[in-house]
C-alpha cells in the first residue's frame, strides 16, 4: 500500500512539475527613433506603417530550469513570407551582426530585434524551447 501511494505522489509530482508553463508572460514595446509621440499621433495608419520601429520583447519566465532558447517570430501575419525568425541560446547574452540583443536576468529575458519598416501592424510570436525539444508558444499578438 505505502509503495502504490508513493508512486501516486511521484507520479502527480511529475505532472504538476510538467504542466507549468514556462513564459508567465511577455510584454512587446515598441519604440520609434525618428519620430515623437506628437508626431506619431498625427499620423494617419499609411504614413505610419512606413515609420521605423524597433522592437523589445520582454518574456517573464515563471520556470528558466531545462530551458535550451527562445525563438521570436515577427511579421505580418501568422506564417507569412516575411517573417523574421531568430533563436535565441537561453543563457548566451549579447548583441549580434544583425542587429539584435539578449540578454536574461534571473527570470526576465529582454530581446531586442532591431529595427522594423513598412508594416501597419506586427504578428509577434515567442516559443521556449526546453533542452528536451518540447517546446511552449507564450504569445501570439498583433501589434498596432
Do not use: W
Request: net charge negative.
Amino acid at each position: 500500500m505505502n509503495k502504490i501511494f508513493a508512486t501516486l505522489c511521484f507520479s502527480i509530482l511529475y505532472f504538476v512539475s510538467y504542466s507549468q508553463h514556462s513564459i508567465s508572460s511577455v510584454e512587446i514595446n515598441p519604440s520609434y527613433p525618428n519620430a515623437t509621440s506628437s508626431q506619431l499621433s498625427s499620423m494617419n495608419t499609411e504614413t505610419r506603417a512606413h515609420v521605423l520601429t524597433n522592437l523589445t520583447i520582454e518574456i517573464n519566465m515563471s520556470n528558466v530550469s531545462n530551458m535550451d532558447r527562445i525563438a521570436v517570430m515577427v511579421g505580418l501575419t501568422e506564417g507569412g513570407s516575411d517573417l523574421f525568425y531568430k533563436e535565441f541560446d537561453f543563457d548566451t547574452p549579447g548583441t549580434f551582426a544583425d542587429g539584435t540583443s539578449y540578454s536574461r536576468s534571473g527570470n526576465m529575458v529582454t530581446i531586442s530585434l532591431g529595427g522594423f519598416s513598412g508594416y501597419g501592424a506586427y504578428y509577434t510570436e515567442v516559443v521556449a524551447i526546453q533542452t528536451n525539444g518540447s517546446s511552449e508558444t507564450g504569445i501570439r499578438a498583433a501589434l498596432n
